[in-house]
């Protein structure tokens, strides 16, 4: 069956057209939609979908897909095709399944779709996950435009930023001989640079380059889509997960595990610190897939706190492999909305006995 709806997002005063395509799931998802969309029924299979998105001007194409998974597996080549058509590019696609198909999860990753949704799911999470994603295409079409949208801005205290100052620029001068050690150690054991740089997000969605000692093969970041399985954060019901973890990752190099388990790759960070695109205790800047995952609720709070190398998540629970998405967001929440200077210093004290890691996460 097919639905076209209006989404009315009365708050941002957002509307999106959103079509379905699928039957296995309809009277699962229609009482909860029903209150938030104006549902419009037709028969319209995976079969017949393309054509009607052919038949479409460029004034009705529809903001958002929801498409069920068939068992036969033709999604794949419509999704393929939608995504090859350059007039349909700009369209959010969310996967349907009414079963649990693990092998079909990596395959939808790998024609990024928004997101994946396996049965038994909640019909709310669903709905407020269309909300962000309508609201994060329309108003912040790239990540890297986010942080000049967010409406209210972050400060650093001026007590945090020179604790900062004084703490990270005398680590490292203390810590210099090390970084010194660990970079060669890189260098002779892998091929690629000793120090990894990638793309954070931080405090109002401010992006910036993170740095790290290397303690994966050059290449590793291209690999995620395909190891989803072994995501520590993985809900198998729910069909997604805003975080990224892997279980006995195989891209580590035998060094990297070593400076993973004590924490060494993460020294770098201290310069970062004293640059001021992070603080020493706040929450974890994500990675940008990780940080293009989380809801509305999440970006409003986890985001207008301090970013930092260490945290309330470090101290709680790091390694534990029942550690939760919905654990670690609410540690994340938390944090952005009662730091201070005492719950700071807790937390760095409390750091280093967490520094060693029982599990291989």
Request: aromatic share 10%; net charge positive; proline share 4%.
């Amino acid at each position: 069956m097919v639905s076209l709806s209006t989404l009315n997002l009365s708050q941002s005063g957002i509307h999106a057209r959103v079509v379905y395509a699928g039957s296995e799931l309809r009277d699962y998802l229609s009482g909860e939609l029903s209150n938030q969309f104006a549902l419009d029924s037709n028969d319209l299979t995976i079969k017949t979908l393309e054509k009607f998105l052919n038949d479409q001007s460029l004034l009705t194409l529809p903001d958002i897909l929801l498409i069920e998974a068939d068992f036969k597996g033709e999604w794949i080549n419509v999704i393929s095709n939608i995504k090859k058509n350059p007039l349909l590019g700009g369209m959010i696609i969310v996967l349907l399944s009414a079963f649990v198909n693990k092998d079909w999860r990596a395959k939808a990753m790998a024609l990024k779709v928004h997101d994946f949704y396996s049965y038994p799911f909640p019909v709310e999470d669903l709905c407020e996950r269309l909300q962000f994603l309508v609201k994060f295409r329309l108003i912040k079409p790239k990540l890297t435009e986010l942080s000049g949208k967010v409406d209210v801005r972050y400060t650093l205290p001026a007590y945090k930023r020179t604790f900062d100052i004084i703490t990270s620029g005398s680590a490292l001068l203390i810590l210099s001989p090390l970084f010194a050690v660990v970079a060669a150690c890189v260098l002779l054991e892998s091929k690629g640079p000793a120090i990894y740089k990638s793309k954070r997000v931080g405090t109002g969605y401010k992006i910036f380059d993170f740095y790290k000692f290397r303690s994966m093969r050059t290449g590793a970041d291209k690999e995620i889509a395909m190891l989803s399985a072994l995501n520590q954060y993985t809900d198998i019901e729910k069909g997604k997960s805003a975080f990224i973890k892997l279980k006995d990752d195989p891209r580590i190099t035998k060094l990297g595990k070593f400076i993973r388990m004590t924490s060494i790759d993460e020294l770098p960070q201290l310069f970062n610190v004293l640059i001021g695109d992070m603080s020493m205790v706040g929450n974890r800047p994500l990675p940008l897939y990780e940080a293009e995952m989380l809801t509305s609720n999440e970006w409003t709070t986890r985001f207008l706190g301090p970013a930092g190398l260490t945290g309330l998540w470090q101290i709680s629970k790091r390694g534990k492999a029942d550690m939760s998405e919905r654990e670690r967001k609410k540690l994340d929440n938390f944090y952005a909305s009662n730091y201070s200077f005492w719950l700071d210093l807790k937390i760095l004290l409390k750091t280093f006995p967490a520094l060693l890691q029982k599990e291989k996460v």
